[in-house]
């Protein structure tokens, strides 16, 4: 599986984006799919997962009630809808894929896409 981040950029605090996540492949439908991000000179850090058909969702606190994390296999993408941004929110995310559901574990994706800047200015 190869999967293509998109849709970072610069926004003021309190505003909003949408990541998207492409994956290429047959079977996306069968990949827990979650989003991490690594902000300067820290370690990359898990903010949403979701499983395989989309029923189950889980949060990183920091982000809980201002992200949604969502996904289409029919087009292969998942997505993550970013509001409320704040400063801290600033860090390259990336989207990864793995089997079974454990979303927080970092070291059991076995595919990582390259990942998109996101920088919130206050």
């Known amino acids: 599986v190869q999967l293509q981040a998109s849709g970072g950029g610069l926004v003021q605090a309190g505003g909003s984006l949408r990541l998207s996540c492409g994956a290429s492949?047959?079977?996306?439908?069968?990949?827990?799919m979650g989003w991490f991000r690594q902000a300067p000179g820290k370690e990359r850090e898990f903010v949403s997962g979701?499983?395989?058909?989309?029923?189950?969702?889980e949060y990183a606190d920091s982000v809980k009630g201002r992200f949604t994390i969502s996904r289409d296999n029919n087009h292969n993408m998942v997505y993550l809808q970013l509001d409320s941004l704040k400063p801290e929110d600033t860090a390259r995310y990336y989207c990864g894929a793995r089997i079974a559901w454990r979303p927080r574990t970092i070291e059991e994706y076995y595919y990582w896409g390259q990942g998109t800047l996101v920088t919130v200015s206050s």
């Open positions: 492949g047959r079977l996306f439908g069968t990949y827990v």
């Open positions: 979701i499983d395989e058909s989309g029923g189950r969702v």
